[in-house]
Nanobody
Framework: QVQLVESGGGLVQPGGSLRLSCAAS????????MGWYRQAPGKQRELVAT???????NYADSVKGRFTISRDNAKNTVYLQMNSLKPEDTAVYYC?????????WGQGTQVTVSS
């Protein structure tokens, strides 16, 4: 059974930082491209950042220079370091794993940026 379990969300003030983690099980983690997506209330889910099995990264323009995605294949975990957070970053953040047509999602973790 495939599981993606996100953690690290919470309430943070504007300008603050959070690090999200996503622990995967039930997949050969090193084969999968991993990603973070987010969905704000009333909006569609959008891509935040992705990292391939070869460590190539891609970011949404809105987070470039502020967020960093990384992976630790030994721990089957992908991370999202979020710095200089803004109120518009408030959303539920979802972890995604994709390989050869197989796509899996985590349950999401809430990030709220507010003073």
């Amino acid at each position: 059974q495939v599981q993606l379990v996100e953690s690290g969300g919470g309430l943070v003030q504007p300008g603050g930082s959070l690090r999200l983690s996503c622990a995967a099980s039930g997949i050969i983690f090193g084969l999968y491209a991993m990603g973070w997506y987010r969905q704000a209330p009333g909006k569609q889910r959008e891509l935040v950042a992705t990292i391939t099995s070869g460590d190539t990264t891609n970011y949404a323009d809105s987070v470039k220079g502020r967020f960093t995605i990384s992976r630790d294949n030994a721990k089957n975990t992908v991370y999202l370091q979020m710095n200089s957070l803004k109120p518009e970053d408030t959303a539920v953040y979802y972890c995604n794993a994709a390989f050869n047509g197989r796509i899996y999602w985590g349950q999401g973790t809430q990030v709220t940026v507010s003073s």
